[in-house]
């Protein structure tokens, strides 16, 4: 009875290291209904399945192509990445159970006239050498979480002692029972023998434990990574939009400003003094080459960005060409649009600068333009660049900046673009980094022609 309950254990085991595998690599399919009462149900079908076929003595071959079929059928059903994506992790986790039942049991084979049928269902040293199974099934799990940077984060000395660990651990758990079942055949005693097993058990138990608490370092480490970009990424989000404040008081003062010297000027020409007139109009238009270049697009957020980029711009000697129209209200909030607009017009300036400045002689560019188009408003900048690229590890656009302590701008704006449901494009052809956006509208608006320049 004992040893039964135990094959259901290790099956039941073996199939929630399934789950979490296909879950580690595969994206679930949110749309099917009552989605984890059916997993649930297939993976108790798993088990059932796996345990009949390990007690009825079925050959080892015809287990594992059942098996295998079963995990794939699983990846195919609950997950939504293509096909032959989901048939390969699906057998993938077949292929390490192979490898990790032959190291199991080959080895000891190998080294040790051992009989077989101590390490089959019901056997004496079944308990140990299953629990090394899968432990070994779990190191292979660990050393694929490894491998994605955004899951776990750990040094190259770290990863390289994970590593260490993991294979002497193993070796070790094997050699241990390599003592076990040496000393099980010298001396017959069933009491020593147990307690060897109690031993092996207890060092798989700290083996498996340590190998997670270094994997939940390596998780906490990305996790305070990722706090500490986002904190960073709001902190320039509030840089800006605190700019934003200003910029808006400033426009106020310059408005109330203006009416006084429009009084002014009125009281001068009422009087018919053309020569005080002539010197006030003088001094006012000297103090209107240190004012911004103020834009109006009937949004106070938008007039208030555009303007201070748009100042940028000039003092900067960067050409620009631009074009607004508003819909009359936005698809996202003003806090993340303002963001939006805020990085796109940075990472511009920023990479036109970068131009002029290993080449004086060019006279780098820039193009906006916001417009409603079919029930979406459509955001799109494009900029001269020198050409330089920074891409992650799966080859997409990071930033158009040599240093790989950049890129946050483009991750800020991906972030907004998804919360909106909306589209972001960017390419690079011919030295001219182009972003495109395409965000739907909340509902059908009627759009504010307030400013086409």
């Known amino acids: 009875m004992l040893s039964v309950i135990w094959e259901f254990v290790v099956n039941f085991l073996e199939t ?61 059903m609950f997950y939504q990445n293509s096909m032959t994506v989901r048939i390969f992790w699906g057998f993938l986790y077949s292929v390490i159970c192979i490898v990790a039942e032959s190291v199991t049991i080959l080895i000891p084979q190998i080294f040790l006239d051992f009989q077989t049928v101590d390490i089959f269902a019901g056997g004496s040293l079944r308990v140990p050498f299953t629990l090394l199974y899968l432990a070994l099934i779990v190191v292979f799990l660990f050393l694929f979480s490894l491998s994605k940077k955004d899951n776990i984060c750990l040094s190259p000395l770290q990863k390289a002692i994970y590593y260490f660990i993991s294979i002497t651990g193993i070796m070790l758990a094997h050699y241990i029972l390599f003592i076990t079942m040496e000393m099980m055949d010298l001396f017959q005693n069933d009491s020593f023998t147990f307690s060897m097993v109690l031993v092996n058990i207890f060092f798989i138990l700290l083996f498996l434990f340590l190998l997670f608490f270094i994997y939940q370092l390596g998780a906490s480490n990305a996790k305070v990574i990722q706090l500490l970009e986002r904190q960073k990424t709001y902190e320039v ?14 426009l106020r003062e310059m408005k109330h400003d203006i009416e006084q010297h429009l009084n002014v000027i009125e009281h001068l020409i009422a009087n018919g003094n053309e020569t005080e007139l002539s010197d006030y109009i003088g001094s006012y238009r000297k103090s209107l080459d240190q004012v911004h270049h103020f834009v109006s ?12 980029k748009l100042e940028q711009c000039i003092k900067a000697g960067i050409h620009n060409s631009w074009s607004v129209i508003m819909p009359t209200e ?9 963001s939006l607009l805020g990085n796109l017009w940075d990472n511009a300036i920023e990479a036109c600068q970068r131009l002029k400045e290993k080449n004086p002689a060019m006279e780098p560019s820039i193009q906006f333009y916001i417009k409603p188009f079919q029930q979406m408003v459509i955001i799109h900048i494009e900029n001269d660049y020198d050409g330089v690229i920074l891409r992650d590890s799966k080859n997409e656009i990071l930033s158009a900046k040599a240093s790989s302590g950049h890129g946050i701008g483009l991750i800020r704006i991906s972030e907004i673009v998804n919360e909106a449901e909306g589209i972001l494009n960017l390419s690079t052809d011919n030295h001219i980094f182009t972003v495109h ?17």
Do not use: W
Request: include cysteine; proline fraction near 3%; aromatic fraction near 8%.
């Open 237 to 250: 989000e509030e840089m800006q939009y605190q700019s934003l404040i200003q910029s808006t008081k400033e």
């Open 16 to 76: 929630v290291l399934f789950y979490q595998f296909v879950n580690m690599n595969l994206c679930v399919n949110t749309d099917i209904s009552h989605r984890r009462t059916k997993q649930l149900l297939f993976l108790f079908l798993l088990v059932a399945v796996t345990c009949i076929m390990n007690f009825s003595n079925t050959s080892t071959f015809l287990t594992i192509t059942v098996t295998c079929a079963l995990n794939i059928v699983f990846a195919v």
């Open 437 to 453: 956006i395409m965000i739907p509208l909340k509902e059908t608006q009627h759009e504010n022609l307030d400013h086409n320049h």
């Open 330 to 338: 936005l698809p996202i909030d003003i806090l993340p649009f303002s």
């Open 297 to 308: 697009t009937g949004n106070a957020a938008v007039d208030c960005i555009l303007s201070i």
